[in-house]
């Protein structure tokens, strides 16, 4: 059965932001209640990485969405890309959870 993590932030908004690992929508946290779903599938892409990928992409998943802080400068280029895709997956499950398809 299929699972998610929800989580309230009240500091940044980055479902509304650009899916860019470049982060320039950090330099003024929007005060805005937003949810975001941790999915198995992005469980799944964390335990797939190296022990080495692993702790620093999984802290900057938690300082971008919890925290409201950018994550970039803690991030070597090739975690960047990594994380790129995973941010995508957080707000691409997000988004389809807070916008179901209707059944026709």
Do not use: C, W
């Amino acid at each position: 059965m299929p699972f998610a993590i929800f989580a309230e932030s009240t500091t940044h908004s980055p479902l509304n932001s650009r899916n860019t690992p470049h982060f320039s929508h950090f330099s003024k946290p929007a005060i805005m209640k937003t949810s975001f779903v941790i999915s198995p599938r992005v469980i799944d892409t964390i335990n797939s990485l190296q022990p080495a990928d692993r702790t620093p992409i999984s802290n900057a998943l938690s300082m971008e969405f919890i925290l409201g802080q950018n994550p970039e400068d803690t991030l070597t280029p090739m975690q960047n890309i990594i994380y790129a895709v995973i941010r995508f997956y957080v707000t691409q499950d997000s988004k389809r959870l807070s916008h179901p398809k209707t059944a026709s």
